[in-house]
């Protein structure tokens, strides 16, 4: 099942009121899936900034997962310990 996240600094008021479905089905005729598939994760209002300005930008990240036990794959990355010293900071 593909996973999009979808995050962006442009508020969610200026985001059209079909823009999860329009993105599913953008997201599905490029990855080849159904439509039904797709799990989409939109987050306007993110504190996401590109070459340290505020201007509007956003974040997409397409993962395919599945939870069959013999296609699982470890959890730890190397981004692992950078993300816990961020957790760390904000909380």
């Known amino acids: 099942m593909p996973l999009i996240t979808f995050a962006s600094n442009v508020l969610a008021s200026r985001f059209p009121s079909n823009f999860n479905v329009q993105f599913t089905k953008l997201m599905a005729e490029i990855l080849g899936k159904p439509e039904s598939r797709i799990l989409l ?51």
């Open 41 to 91: 994760l939109v987050t306007p209002n993110a504190q996401l900034s590109h070459g340290a300005t505020e201007d509007p930008s956003c974040l997409i990240v397409e993962e395919i997962t599945s939870v069959r036990k013999e296609s699982k794959k470890p959890v730890i990355s190397k981004e692992q310990p950078v993300l816990a010293k961020l957790r760390k900071q904000i909380t």
